[in-house]
């Protein structure tokens, strides 16, 4: 029988597990607790739960079904993180050092079929999604690392950024979200946790439904539908208006800010003419939404883009400014590392041919 991981359970879903098998409601709370706050790495760690509970747990499920491969720390403190899960697929997860807190980025998807032009994540087609346990592992393998090191630090913030499209794991997304949120658990606010999808529109809907207050990120990148179809062929399926229609819905289901992630790609999107186009789409919404501008980071695979120069940035930054559309330029992190998305897998991989 195959073990699956211990994380992947909510807490309904572990408790119910337990009374089913003969144990005490209580004791899934004190496995959580052994789990996320003491951290154990083997079930025999758990003191004050009893024999039965321990063999129980160990014949059904595991602690550590991801393993590092390689840990590279970045000058200003970002660590990037190759994991192999169970069958030998490779994903990477990032440690991120913020002024507000410890941020972790984590992956969703082995690969990713969205096929973004310039992203280095698409450039290896999904096999498949991540279990709720294996998302959840990556954030386990981060804290756990800090305890490693002696830093009385924890993970305050994560981010969904990582390989894959969230959105397209849906069900798991989810119960990774209720894991980490719960109280009981890494007790990470709802509010410090952004999910970023690149606009699967029926999601967006299902997602604003769930009435939580996780904040939702769109991988925009461009303002109008000839540009993005170029860019992201997803946007063939959900163009821009069905796209702005579902951010609507969110906004008004939820009352949050929704963040729009524009990656600047020199001669291509980076126009001022871009960046008016860009905040007319907003205009309407501009209360409630704040645009991420990226700089890219380029890759062996895609030669053909490059990074918009500092000239051009700042005018589409200053352009946007003075349409009143709030934005930032994003701060960057670990780009002696590998900082792309993507970039460290794939360098593992071809290196393994």
């Not at 572990?14 to 079930?43: C, M, P």
């Amino acid at each position: 029988m195959k073990k699956t991981s211990i994380y992947g359970l909510t807490i309904e879903e572990l408790t119910d597990f337990l009374v089913s098998n003969g144990q005490k409601k209580f004791r899934a709370v004190q496995v959580w607790e052994w789990l996320y706050q003491k951290r154990i790495n083997h079930f025999s760690d758990m003191k004050n739960v009893n024999k039965e509970c321990v063999q129980l747990l160990e014949e059904n499920f595991t602690i550590n079904s991801l393993n590092v491969q390689i840990k590279q720390v970045s000058q200003d403190g970002t660590v990037k993180f190759l994991l192999q899960l169970p069958d030998g697929n490779l994903i990477e997860t990032v440690l991120m050092r913020q002024k507000y807190g410890l941020s972790v980025c984590v992956t969703t998807q082995v690969g990713c079929n969205i096929g973004c032009s310039f992203c280095a994540s698409g450039i290896l087609k999904k096999s498949r999604d991540l279990e709720a346990g294996e998302i959840v592992e990556q954030i386990m393998h981060v804290q756990k690392h800090l305890d490693e090191i002696g830093q009385d630090e924890r993970v305050s913030h994560v981010v969904v950024m990582g390989i894959g499209e969230p959105f397209d794991n849906f069900t798991n997304l989810v119960s990774f979200l209720r894991i980490i949120n719960h109280a009981k658990g890494l007790a990470i606010g709802a509010r410090h946790i952004t999910v970023s999808t690149s606009g699967i529109v029926p999601k967006i809907y299902e997602f604003a439904d769930l009435d939580v207050q996780i904040n939702l990120a769109i991988s925009l990148h461009a303002p109008n539908n000839e540009l993005r179809s170029q860019i992201m062929k997803i946007n063939r399926a959900f163009p821009i208006e069905k796209l702005m229609s579902a951010v609507k819905y969110y906004l008004e289901k939820t009352n949050r800010r929704v963040t729009f992630e524009y990656i600047l790609l020199q001669d291509v999107n980076d126009h001022v003419e871009e960046a008016q186009q860009l905040a007319n789409l907003l205009k309407d919404i501009r209360h409630l939404s704040y645009v991420n501008l990226i700089p890219y980071n380029p890759v062996n695979e895609h030669i053909h883009y490059k990074r918009s120069t500092k000239e051009s940035i700042l005018a589409f930054y200053d352009t946007l400014k003075k349409n009143n559309i709030n934005c930032v330029i994003r701060q960057e992190h670990g780009t002696d590392i590998d900082a792309a998305c993507g970039q460290l897998r794939s360098k593992q991989l071809k290196q393994a041919r």
